[in-house]
T-cell receptor, first 110, second 110 residues
Framework: GQSLEQPSEVTAVEGAIVQINCTYQTSGFYGLSWYQQHDGGAPTFLSYNALDGLEETGRFSSFLSRSDSYGYLLLQELQMKDSASYFCAAKGGGGNKLTFGTGTQLKVEL | DTEVTQTPKHLVMGMTNKKSLKCEQHMGHRAMYWYKQKAKKPPELMFVYSYEKLSINESVPSRFSPECPNSSLLNLHLHALQPEDSALYLC?????????FGPGTRLTVT
């Protein structure tokens, strides 16, 4: 089976930097993705790490360590619109299967 | 066109009804997915179609019946549902690691 654990809630102030962690136990792991979901909306893709290291996309960066079965999403220069749920997701377990983490609710305050 | 569309947006059905959810994409993606999402929870994979063939069924009850008429369309037929099946049903498609999600159908079973 596959399981991915995230903190349930993170609160930060506008303009700050926040890190959302994800630890996983999976079989046949290919890579780790991150998705953002606003209340009432659909998940939208943010980032993907197939290899160890840091991937940077604008204000968002994502990191993967396969040896530690760990990854994180780093959000810089936080804005109010970043308040949303964030999910890590592991690709693996055969075929096109994507398993989502438990999710982190990010609240950005003034 | 990087859009996945889903109809209807909202659906209320009784436990004896038969209804269908529809999903469409014109991005040429050959993998399509159905997910179920309860409030404050991550999306849970239900079915994966790859090249119009069912490749993954995550032990979903037979009252949910998927269908892929062609490479652009995905249906989910619903019959004799239970109140606990009330959820947001998300369709997604992908070419590689990035999944594109539709806005979802919010289903209420009465």
């Amino acid at each position: 089976g596959q399981s991915l654990e995230q903190p349930s809630e993170v609160t930060a102030v506008e303009g700050a930097i926040v890190q959302i962690n994800c630890t996983y136990q999976t079989s046949g792991f290919y890579g780790l993705s991150w998705y953002q979901q606003h209340d009432g909306g659909a998940p939208t893709f943010l980032s993907y790490n197939a290899l160890d290291g840091l991937e940077e996309t604008g204000r968002f960066s994502s990191f993967l360590s396969r040896s530690d079965s760990y990854g994180y999403l780093l959000l810089q220069e936080l804005q109010m619109k970043d308040s949303a749920s964030y999910f890590c997701a592991a690709k693996g377990g055969g075929g096109n299967k994507l398993t989502f983490g438990t999710g982190t609710q990010l609240k950005v305050e003034l | 066109d990087t859009e996945v569309t889903q109809t209807p947006k909202h659906l209320v059905m009784g436990m004896t009804n038969k209804k269908s959810l529809k999903c469409e994409q014109h991005m040429g993606h050959r993998a399509m997915y159905w997910y179920k999402q309860k409030a404050k929870k991550p999306p849970e994979l239900m079915f994966v179609y790859s090249y119009e063939k069912l490749s993954i069924n995550e032990s979903v009850p037979s009252r949910f019946s998927p269908e892929c008429p062609n490479s652009s369309l995905l249906n989910l037929h619903l019959h004799a549902l239970q109140p606990e099946d009330s959820a947001l049903y998300l369709c997604a498609s992908s070419l590689s690691y990035e999944q594109y999600f539709g806005p979802g159908t919010r289903l209420t079973v009465t």
